[in-house]
């Protein structure tokens, strides 16, 4: 799926709530001990089948019922050292997937990141630390079909423990990873220690749900 690497997202370098915003006192929520499972995630056996790979197509928005995500989808490319490019920091509401790599709902493993806050106060991935197991996550894509992923596994890593192949490695089914910054905040440097990683995988499709 390309290149992507280097443990930190790059959005986690710069603008961060904790320190600027309003919410001083309230930090992201963080994924707790039993959202974090330490074999490779992987549905369990009440968890939705996993669904046959789609036809690639590029996802123009993506829905997080559970926390209440909406939000519009841009491309993202690769900085120097291999870390994924942020969404533009002035749309709080924006996310972004790895326009070089897997579009969601195709073979392999696809890449959307997020910021967790702005100078402005939280953004769109704000409260990706609490989601759980079972959770669902909704794709719309260019063809008019809607993708839906159910969630494995939530987790995070600080930045030099980031385990690139387990998040960004291949895969045989259709898999999803939801990325923003976590793992505590470093008040010295002005920076996020780490990311909070949803791990997904294909189990449903709602062909021409949406027109635009």
Not at 157 to 175: L, N
Request: aromatic share 6%; charged share 20%.
């Amino acid at each position: 799926m390309g290149p992507v690497g280097a443990g930190v997202v790059a959005m986690c370098l710069g603008a961060a709530l904790i320190v600027n915003g309003a919410g001083a006192a309230d930090p992201p929520p963080q994924p707790g001990e039993a959202r974090v499972y330490p074999d490779e995630p992987r549905p369990a056996p009440n968890d939705p089948p996993p669904l046959a790979p789609l036809a690639s197509a590029a996802p123009i928005r993506v829905r997080i019922p559970a926390i209440s995500v909406d939000a519009p989808l841009t491309g993202l490319g690769l900085e120097d050292g291999g870390r994924l490019a942020a969404p533009p920091d002035d749309e709080v509401n924006l996310a972004g997937w790895y326009r070089s790599g897997t579009a969601p709902g195709a073979g392999g493993t696809a890449i959307v990141a997020g910021h967790v806050d702005t100078r402005e106060g939280p953004a769109v991935f704000y409260h990706l630390g609490e989601l759980h197991r079972g959770n669902t996550v909704e794709v719309d894509r260019a063809d008019g079909d809607t993708a839906i992923f159910t969630v494995d596994a939530i987790e995070v890593y600080r930045a030099e423990q980031f385990p690139d192949r387990r998040v960004y490695g291949a895969a045989k089914g259709a898999e999803l990873r939801l990325i923003t910054c976590g793992a505590g905040f470093d008040r010295a440097e002005q920076r996020y220690l780490g990311n909070v990683v949803a791990f997904a995988h294909l189990t449903g499709l709602v062909p021409g749900r949406h027109t635009s």
